[in-house]
């Protein structure tokens, strides 16, 4: 199956000095970004529209998620704090200052009444948005160095570690998989189906992981990850890899042959740290310095 | 007319005259004017006092600091926008105006001091013999009014100043001793002293003074001898040469034209300094005359031709230093200093305080603050290690380090940049030394567990125990496979519970500290030097054994680097995700366990509930006993039935089942130990005790019923409300046993044959006779309850008989107060089947016999196979009723 070609739709300067994170909200329609200037931008991608600046940490903000129905984002930064805005109003509507580090990385639960925080303290943090309670409601301690991701689905939460392991909670079962990866992991992300992990590995590799077994499945390189926490993501069908690199290239690898598929250049030589697929459409933000790129292909955009 | 008008004229009147006076008007008497308060007011005119008596103090607003409503704390208030300004504030600021005032509590104007003295010993000066000679003038003016002690004696005993000391002389003798004025060096001739006219004329003006008249001795002129140094003839001073700027003017020896200029060249006219006071002469009108230059003689030239004279002069001199007098020698080193004495040195801390200042209360006080620590910080780093029950470092670290060292050195590359790079390759050979480079906390808290034996009673637990904290999954999966098979694994799961409570409680401070510290993997040279490099983490392998970096390297990932271990996630966290609570298997202590403290009338009347959960909470944890882990096994059971019966509810139903485990297992133990007693001493019974307690049970559910159960229960039907009277009696029950749970047997215990009751387990048919002898008292009072269970029992005939043969072999089903019963006799003090399968025999014979012991008895017999249905039914009455009373408890 040949994939369409992807070219760049939008181009979008965030004056931020550095993008730390561009995601997606929820169906795609917005995103934003988290900039070197303590500040979050919302944007409207697709229509290259600024909507709101969210000013509030105290250092460079590293992660930020949206709730399911948009109404609310949370955020993590360097100033060791995690903060649940209000998307409209753009107020902090909460600070939880659990973390004894730099916050790395946040996500919502599905029904988005949870955020789950990581951090160089080596903690995973679930913070109860519902409630005003100020304290994580569970501190997973499990890693030995630095949460570099968090993955939550329905059940699952996903901890991608410097200490090379990951770690499966299963809330179901109420049980923990560790897998020793044998690489530091920069970042992981789930398959759709659930089934594989796709893990970023500091040996400027992706591999694919099956859920079950833990066996690797695949391993996808070509890319450089040099020292950066270098972002992955799974295509909106399931069946191409994505991960920046650190020379500017965005590559596609087939999910079942691991073959580079396709090679986007965002620009020279200067790392692509983060990207965001679409949750729906072929869709892909990426960023490098302060500058955003929205990547689709030419009849979507007719 | 004339004269009368001259008349008036030359009249002189004094004072104002009276206004005109009108004869129509009569005159308004003046209203006498009382004279306005005399207040005593500031400077603003505001009344200094108020309040009691109008004279005692200064207060109320008006005089209050700045503002009519008195001093406004401050809020303190930041914003990002405006940071708040810190703001020190002093003493002043919280005062009136009047307060620094003269007559304030911290005035503030400049005064001289009483104390003010100047220097007490008045030393002896030497004043400039410029144009104005003599003591400065000012120094005159100020003169301090302090005076020495001495001198103050002085004038006590009658001297004046001016005045020699001494005995006062007449003045024959006076004129006498100045004669004799002693004089050192050359005494000047008589005839040369010029005093001795004026003396003459004195003389004759005494005859005039009587003799007897005394005079006090003249002051002693202090002599000051003042080096010499010109070389003038002795007491020969030459024409004064000083300007009035000070600077000498054409003195001998210098050039008159160079000390007229204030400008001096100094360092060969690379710096120019000034020299001289500026006083009235501008720096640039350096040519101009010295305006307050005195002419003097020595500005005159003695002699046609000065500077041929000069010439001659220096010659002169020349000779005059070259031809020495006879009998003089030059002196070869120039005259000795005067010896200055300096003031000795100040001690570094010293603080002037004078003796009679007076300080204000305001000001900084040196005196240092009261330590109000508890002394904590004064802790050195191995006290508080001690504390925290860590061993001292062993003084390997600086002997690692130089190993490393060491290896840096040999290490062409490490040499290079530094410090060792790859650090994995010296760790390996490090790592003896490394191992004692931390403090060993794991070892201390082992060390500690070890110290704490909490089964010392049962050695084989205890072992189990430890077993089971050096490695607790071996100890489970033993525990699964063989080991105890004395032990019912229901034993075993409870015995687990204590085990990992044990293991919570009396874990060392250093082992929760152990939790949340990792070592660092190297040596954080970073913290010092942030220029050298830092290694790369991922030969940092986490917690990963050998084996796992092995198979990674392969890329054999899978169940080799796999490792799976419980996680129990947080109740709220399930919540959140909708997932259901995993791991309810092991029922962990909750908040909800904790008692809450209520005021409502159920909390008297179950107060003893809450008193023996607290009470079995306790006993569960370390009495291990083997009645205790059949309640285990009972309650979880109970547990889990009752979470499929209502799981809409979970909440509400906790509190009920807590209380019927609890019961039990005081019931359990209770009854082991009238076991022992039993065989002892207890022969006779007497079943009247039984009778009343009854009685007494019922009048205790009516009030209960009349209370709460009145509006809505009523309309329920008969099986219903007998199963709430069986509940009740539960609830009332309770509180007996936890009083009977130290003491010795007695109410109903103290009269039951517990050789019977243990013989009637042994042989059934022969224990069914006896117990009806001796219940047959119970029975009469019983017997209406009896009627209402057998309606119900009718109604629930049709329940399934394989849950049936369930509920007669597990505890749930059974209801509770035949159960209890069956536990206060102890029929189930051991085991906990055979009890079961035994009443089933029992009802069975009971069934064809038809004869009623108690109520419970009764009960017993004919609900056999409705038992469930109607636990059911009452479980749920329990259910209302609770909430009921959570309602009206809040």
């Known amino acids: 199956m040949s994939e369409p070609e992807l070219s760049t739709l939008v181009t979008i300067k965030c004056k931020q000095q550095n993008i730390r994170a561009v995601r997606f909200n929820v169906d795609g329609s917005y995103c934003l970004t988290c900039g070197a200037d303590k500040k979050i931008k919302l944007w409207n991608p697709h229509k290259q529209l600024h909507l709101k600046t969210y000013g509030g940490h105290a250092n460079e903000v590293l992660d930020a998620a949206g709730a399911c129905d948009s109404s609310h984002f949370v955020s993590c930064s360097s100033d060791k704090s995690v903060i649940l805005w209000d998307v409209t109003t753009g107020q902090p509507i909460r600070r939880y200052r659990g973390h004894a580090s730099t916050v790395t990385c946040v996500k919502f639960n599905e029904e988005s009444t949870m955020a789950v925080s990581g951090s160089v303290d080596n903690t995973v943090a679930f913070w109860d948005t519902l409630s005003r309670r100020q304290e994580p409601v569970q501190v997973l301690k499990d890693a030995k160095d630095t949460i570099t991701a968090v993955q939550v689905t329905n059940h699952e939460i996903l901890t991608c570690s410097v200490d090379c392991h990951m770690r499966l909670y299963d809330i179901r079962v109420g049980k923990m998989t560790s897998d020793y990866i044998g690489q530091i992991v920069t970042f992981g992300s789930i398959t759709h189906d659930g089934q594989c992990f796709v893990l970023s590995c500091a040996d400027s590799t992706v591999k694919l992981f099956d859920k079950e077994s833990g066996e690797l499945l695949n391993t996808f390189s070509g890319h450089e990850s040099k020292d950066l926490l270098l972002e992955n993501a799974v295509n909106e069908k399931d069946s191409h890899i994505i991960s920046g690199s650190a020379n500017g290239e965005v590559l596609y690898w087939d999910l079942i042959s691991s073959n580079c598929t396709q090679k986007l250049v965002h620009c020279k030589q200067k790392p692509v740290v983060s990207l965001s697929q679409h949750p729906t459409e072929n869709y892909l933000l990426t960023a490098c310095e302060d500058e955003v790129k929205l990547w689709g292909t030419k009849a979507m955009e007719e | ?890």
């Open chain 2, 1 to 890: 007319m004339v004269d009368s008008d001259s008349e008036e004229e030359n009249i002189i009147r004094f004072g104002t005259p009276l206004e005109p006076y009108e004869e129509d008007e009569v005159p308004a008497k003046r209203k006498f004017q009382q004279q306005p308060d005399q207040y005593a007011v500031d400077a603003h005119g505001r009344r200094r006092f108020h309040g009691a008596f109008t004279g005692g103090f200064s207060a109320g607003y008006g005089n209050t600091v700045g503002t009519p409503e008195g001093w406004i704390p401050t809020s303190f208030k930041s914003s990002r926008s405006e940071k708040a300004q810190v703001s020190n504030f002093r003493p002043e600021d919280f005062m009136d105006e009047e307060d620094r005032g003269e007559f304030g509590i911290a005035p503030r104007h400049l005064q001289t001091n009483n104390e003010f003295s100047g220097q007490k010993r008045q030393r002896q000066q030497q004043f400039h013999d410029g144009p104005i000679p003599g003591e400065p003038v000012l120094q005159q003016l100020v003169r301090a009014v302090h005076e020495t002690a001495a001198v103050k004696m002085l004038r006590a005993m009658g001297w004046r100043e001016g005045q020699g000391t001494g005995e006062r002389l007449a003045k024959e003798a006076k004129r006498r001793a100045k004669e004799q004025h002693k004089v050192y060096g050359c005494y000047m001739p008589p005839e040369m002293r010029n005093e001795n006219p004026p003396q003459t004329d004195e003389d004759s003006s005494d005859s005039e003074i009587d003799y007897e008249t005394l005079f006090a001795p003249d002051d002693y002129e202090p002599y000051i001898l003042q080096r010499k140094n010109d070389r003038f003839g002795l007491g020969y001073s030459g024409l004064s040469r000083h300007s009035v700027l000070g600077n000498l003017v054409g003195e001998y020896g210098s050039d008159a034209g160079s000390s007229k200029s204030h400008l001096v060249m100094k360092d060969k006219g690379k710096k120019v300094s000034i020299r001289g006071q500026a006083f009235g002469v501008g720096a640039f009108e350096a040519d101009d005359d010295d305006i307050y230059a005195t002419e003097d003689m020595s500005h005159y030239d003695f002699a046609i031709g000065g500077a041929t004279i000069d010439k001659q002069k220096a010659k002169k001199t020349k000779e005059k230093t070259v031809n020495i007098l006879e009998g003089f020698v030059k002196s070869s080193k120039p005259l000795p200093s005067v010896p200055s004495y300096p003031p000795p040195a100040l001690p570094r801390d010293y603080v002037p305080a004078p003796a009679g200042s007076r300080r204000s209360r305001f000001e900084p006080t040196t005196e240092t603050p009261r330590n109000q620590g508890l002394g904590r910080h004064e802790l050195t780093a191995a006290a508080r290690g001690a504390l925290l029950g860590e061993s001292p470092v062993p003084k390997t670290i600086t002997d690692s380090i130089s190993n490393e060292n060491k290896q840096v050195q040999s290490d062409p590359i490490a040499r290079v940049v530094g410090r060792n790079v790859n650090f994995v390759s010296t760790s390996d050979n490090t790592t003896e030394t490394k191992e004692l480079d931390f403090i060993p906390i794991k070892d201390s808290g082992k060390e500690l567990s070890n110290v704490f034996k909490p089964f010392v009673s049962d050695p084989q637990k205890q072992a189990r125990y430890e077993r089971y904290l050096k490695d607790k999954n071996s100890v489970i999966q033993e525990n699964n496979s063989t080991i105890d098979d004395r032990l019912t694994e229901w034993e075993r799961s409870r015995e687990l519970m204590e085990f990992e409570q044990a293991a919570k409680l009396y874990k060392p401070l250093s082992g929760i500290m152990e939790e949340r510290f990792t070592h660092a993997s190297e040596p954080d040279d970073g913290a010092l030097n942030p220029l050298c490099a830092v290694a790369k983490s991922s030969n940092n392998y986490g917690q990963a054994t050998p084996e796992q970096i092995e198979a990674a390297m392969k890329g054999a990932f899978g169940s080799i680097t796999r490792q799976e271990t419980a996680w129990r996630p947080e109740s709220l966290v399930c919540k959140r995700f909708n997932v259901p609570e995993p791991g309810t298997t092991r029922d962990e202590p909750k908040k909800e366990d904790k008692p809450k403290v209520s005021y409502s009338i159920f909390s008297y009347l179950e107060s003893s509930v809450h008193d023996k959960e607290s009470f079995t909470k306790e006993q569960t944890k370390f009495s291990g006993s083997k009645s205790l882990n059949m309640d285990a096994i009972n309650r979880t059971k109970l547990n889990e039935r009752e979470k499929n019966e209502n799981k809409k509810e979970p909440t509400p139903q906790m509190p009920v089942i807590i209380n019927n485990s609890t019961g039990c297992n005081k019931r359990m133990t209770v009854a082991e130990l009238f076991l022992k007693e039993s065989e002892n001493d207890l022969k006779n019974k007497d079943q009247g005790v039984v009778v009343t307690e009854t009685i007494n049970k019922f009048d205790k559910m009516d009030l209960y019923k009349s209370i709460f159960l009145s509006d809505s229960e009523n309309e329920e039907d008969d099986g219903g409300e007998n199963a709430k009277t069986t509940d009740h009696t539960d609830f009332i029950e309770k509180p007996k046993n936890t009083e009977r749970n130290t003491s010795p047997p007695r109410g109903i215990f103290a009269n039951i044959d517990f050789d019977e009751l243990n013989s009637w387990k042994r042989n059934s048919e022969t224990k069914n006779s006896e117990k009806a002898t001796i219940n047959t008292t119970t029975e009469m009072i019983a017997n209406d309850t009896i009627d209402k269970k057998g309606n119900h029992n009718k109604q629930t005939d049709n329940s399934d008989p394989i849950k049936d043969i369930e509920a007669n072999v597990y505890g749930p089903k059974i209801p509770e107060s035949l159960k209890n019963r069956l536990e206060d006799t102890g029929a189930l003090e051991n085991n906990f089947k055979p009890t079961f399968r035994s009443k089933e025999q029992r009802d069975l014979v009971q069934e064809v016999d038809s004869s009623s012991d108690s109520d419970s008895w009764v009960e017993a017999k004919e609900a056999k196979t409705k038992k469930q249905k109607k636990k059911k039914s009452k479980k749920h009455k329990s259910k209302h009723k609770k909430s009921k009373h959570k309602k009206k408890d809040r």
